[in-house]
């Protein structure tokens, strides 16, 4: 009985461990991601402070590394403004792979790490942002007809994935494309267009 009872004590243990562990990723990420976003000129919703809690969570039914924004909208006096909207229920939910990476519990390379690192970022925009789903912003991304994202809210998202990773993997290609006289948008799109290079190098 003994030995059973300790198990079950380092079991709860390690549950609480990883618990923190990755409620202090959750609020380095938000503050990067912040940060990146100030940096790319990408607004941050008006009330914010009025959502529910925010929180990462597995998601069994979330195949590989994969992780998606789900939430509801809240609006003030039943007024269905999207620009004042806030969120019930705010969720990254990631996989049980995509969790076992993020926390270093499956032993993997660093560029698969940052990879999944700039995935929380890429949706800890949709939770941020102030744009919306109805808005574009017509563009070819990646110098390819067929990687065109026509919605505002996948070009920010996407683009700020791609700083987070450069801010950690090349901070040298980030910094000389952030030092460039040219607008926030294009440099969103070198952003993006530096970072796929690494990501799939035999894509051009």
Not at 17 to 44: C, F, P, R, V, Y
Not at 60 to 68: G, H, M, P
Not at 163 to 186: A, D, R
């Amino acid at each position: 009985m003994n030995s059973i009872m300790i198990a079950l004590f380092f079991i709860c243990l390690n549950i609480n461990n990883n618990e923190s562990k990755l409620k202090k990723i959750q609020i380095a990420l938000i503050k990067e991601t912040k940060k990146a976003m100030a940096d790319l000129n990408i607004g941050i919703r008006d009330n914010l402070e009025k959502d529910e809690p925010f929180l990462i969570i597995v998601d069994s039914s979330i195949k590989e590394l994969n992780a998606k924004f789900t939430m509801e909208y809240g609006f003030d006096s039943g007024k269905k403004d999207l620009a004042s909207r806030w969120y019930k229920e705010p969720r990254i939910r990631i996989s049980p792979i995509f969790y076992s990476i993020l926390l270093k519990i499956r032993d993997t390379s660093n560029l698969i790490y940052l990879q999944t690192k700039s995935i929380i970022a890429h949706e800890l925009t949709h939770y941020l942002q102030k744009s919306i789903m109805n808005d574009f912003a017509p563009y070819t991304a990646l110098g390819d007809p067929d990687m065109e994202q026509k919605s505002l809210t996948e070009f920010e998202a996407y683009s700020i994935g791609c700083y987070y990773f450069l801010s950690k993997y090349n901070s040298g290609s980030l910094k000389k494309i952030m030092n460039s006289l040219v607008s926030p948008k294009e440099k969103m799109i070198l952003i993006m267009n530096v970072a796929t290079d690494i990501f799939f190098p035999d894509s051009r």
